[in-house]
């Protein structure tokens, strides 16, 4: 259940407590932001989070800057808060992929496709889960960034396995059950989605190459469509895609179109296939 409560925040928050039913510890209540996408304004623009993420990447290179950087956040505000609008906009995005801002226009679809887009939206993304991911390590107890994540996605009740479905309409149910599947691809893509630059120990080369495969498992491409599709600074580091093209793949004819030549990934990659990649637009 969870029941709403007001409390002495630095940034006026309305914080709601959120009680969680698991099957080893039992209930467990998590205090967290409150917000409501549909009747407050909401935005999928954070760009001082994203610019602290920019930061947060570099921490790792200075010794015990970290640990200094929290703790100077930790007095303005709690992580949580921190992280507070992200959260606001993957759920928005959620929503709008799920059809629930239909009817506000194109604006929204239009805003979701540039968010997704390899090209377009590659960093907004990519920093959203880097904020995350590093959110979710620094924190006692990453249980608070996932109820905060079900609270503002209004499933709690789904998770806590109480949700009355007798009386909701059909489509609402499906939007529920839709939603789920969102939270479900950003608890995983904060759990997986390591071959960064800025998260593990890999190398620009490596990374690229996870890009590169994962669009390869998806089916035939061409080599415009890889270079098209792959998060490469200003058509950057071509060169690098191509040695990893004639590595991971076989270029061979279009059976459609015995004019063009594509590309296939070797069946020896494909254990390195995530069907739930982050970064799979559908």
């Given at each position: 259940m969870?029941?709403?409560?007001?409390?002495?925040?630095?940034?006026?928050?309305?914080?709601?407590?959120?009680?969680?039913?698991?099957?080893?510890?039992?209930?467990?209540?998590y205090d967290v932001p409150k917000k409501c996408v549909f009747t407050q304004q909401v935005s999928i623009h954070a760009p001082i989070q994203r610019f602290i993420t920019d930061m947060i990447v570099c921490f790792d290179n200075c010794l015990g800057l970290t640990n200094r950087a929290l703790e100077r956040l930790e007095t303005h505000c709690p992580l949580i808060e921190i992280v507070d609008p992200v959260l606001t906009a993957l759920t928005v995005l959620a929503?709008?992929?799920?059809?629930?801002?239909?009817?506000?226009?194109?604006?929204?679809?239009?805003?979701?496709?540039?968010?997704?887009?390899?090209?377009?939206?590659?960093?907004p993304k990519t920093n959203d889960l880097t904020l995350l991911q590093a959110c979710a390590s620094l924190m006692e107890d990453p249980?608070?960034?996932?109820?905060?994540?079900?609270?503002?996605?209004?499933?709690?009740?789904?998770?806590?396995?109480?949700?009355?479905?007798k009386n909701l309409k059909d489509e609402?149910?499906?939007?529920?059950?839709?939603?789920?599947?969102?939270?479900?691809l950003i608890i995983v893509g904060i759990l997986l989605e390591r071959n960064h630059r800025h998260v593990a120990e890999v190398s620009h080369e490596e990374e690229l190459r996870h890009q590169v495969l994962h669009q390869l498992c998806t089916g035939e491409?061409?080599?415009?469509?890889?270079?098209?599709?792959?998060?490469?600074?200003?058509?950057?580091?071509?060169?690098?895609?191509?040695?990893?093209?004639?590595?991971?793949?076989?270029r061979k004819t279009c059976k459609k179109d015995t004019s063009r030549k594509v590309y296939h990934l070797k069946s020896d990659y494909?254990?390195?296939?995530?069907?739930?990649?982050?970064?799979?637009?559908?």
């Open positions: 969870a029941t709403e409560k007001c409390r002495e925040s630095n940034s006026s928050l309305l914080y709601a407590e959120v009680k969680l039913w698991t099957s080893r510890a039992g209930a467990k209540t929503q709008t992929k799920v059809g629930m801002w239909r009817r506000n226009g194109a604006p929204c679809e239009g805003q979701y496709f540039i968010y997704h887009h390899p090209r377009l939206g590659m960093y249980g608070l960034l996932v109820a905060s994540m079900l609270e503002r996605f209004q499933l709690v009740s789904w998770a806590n396995e109480s949700l009355d479905e609402v149910i499906e939007q529920v059950h839709m939603l789920a599947d969102e939270f479900f491409l061409s080599h415009s469509e890889v270079i098209q599709n792959c998060h490469l600074d200003e058509g950057k580091h071509e060169v690098m895609v191509e040695n990893i093209l004639h590595t991971i793949a076989e494909m254990t390195e296939f995530n069907p739930y990649h982050y970064f799979y637009t559908r």
